[in-house]
């Protein structure tokens, strides 16, 4: 079975700083793809970031980045000169190459405080 | 910049009504998608289909039908609306497996049984 664990229900940071999202998962598959996705009140599931397992390199979108440590199967997401505009809930989602679903955490609630 | 388009928004059903949700996407892609969101979890997979003609079931296919007459379209069908089926329900399209695997969601509709 494949799980995605986010640990953190909630979290806070300050305009301008920086904050980190954690995600673990659980997987025998060698070959599989992480995101995460954005959710505002609006609802709308918003790409964030994606890493594919074996490219060791971590991904960089913009002020978002993300830390992969694949033998630990951890993948955090790194939001820097946080935005008011990037309060939602933050999704980490795991696929392997061989499957279809993906496979979601239960969420981080992020709030932007002025 | 259409991308994928799902109605209605919203929809309160009584118990025993059937309904179909709308879901087509103008970006030719193979890949099509149902997920549901509970409160204050992730999405999970209800059916997907693979092309035109080929369906198959998720990890909560129950009370649900679906069926894929074309590339654009994947309307989900409830034929016996019960209180558990109160949801978002969220459609999604992607590439495939030999893409990059990122799965791109529509606005979702929020359904209510009573």
């Known amino acids: 079975a494949q799980t995605v664990t986010q640990s953190q229900p909630e979290m806070s940071v300050q305009e301008a700083e920086t904050v980190t999202l954690s995600c673990t998962y659980d997987?025998?598959?060698?070959?599989?793809?992480l995101f995460w996705y954005k959710q505002p009140p609006s609802r709308q599931m918003i790409l964030v970031i994606r890493q594919e397992a074996y490219k060791q390199q971590n991904a960089t979108e913009n002020r978002f980045s993300v830390n992969f440590q694949k033998a630990a199967k951890s993948f955090s997401l790194k939001i820097s000169d946080s935005q008011l505009g990037d309060a939602a809930m933050y999704f980490c989602?795991?696929?392997?190459?061989?499957?279809?679903?993906?496979?979601f955490g239960k969420g981080t609630s992020l709030l932007v405080t002025p | 910049n259409a991308g994928v388009t799902q109605t209605p928004k919203f929809r309160i059903l009584k118990i025993g009504q059937s309904m179909t949700l709308q879901c087509t996407q103008d970006m030719n892609h193979n890949y099509m998608y149902w997920y549901r969101q509970d409160p204050g979890m992730g999405l999970k997979l209800i059916y997907y289909s693979v092309g035109a003609g080929i369906t198959d079931k998720g990890e909560v296919p129950n009370g649900y039908n679906v069926s894929r007459s074309t590339t654009e379209d994947f309307p989900l069908r409830l034929e016996l609306a019960a209180p558990s089926q109160t949801s978002v329900y969220f459609c999604a399209s992607s590439y495939g497996t030999s893409g990059s695997r990122v799965q791109y969601f529509g606005a979702g509709t929020r359904l209510s049984v009573l």
């Open positions: 989602a795991y696929i392997p190459n061989s499957g279809y679903a993906l496979n």
């Open positions: 997987t025998s598959e060698s070959d599989y793809y």
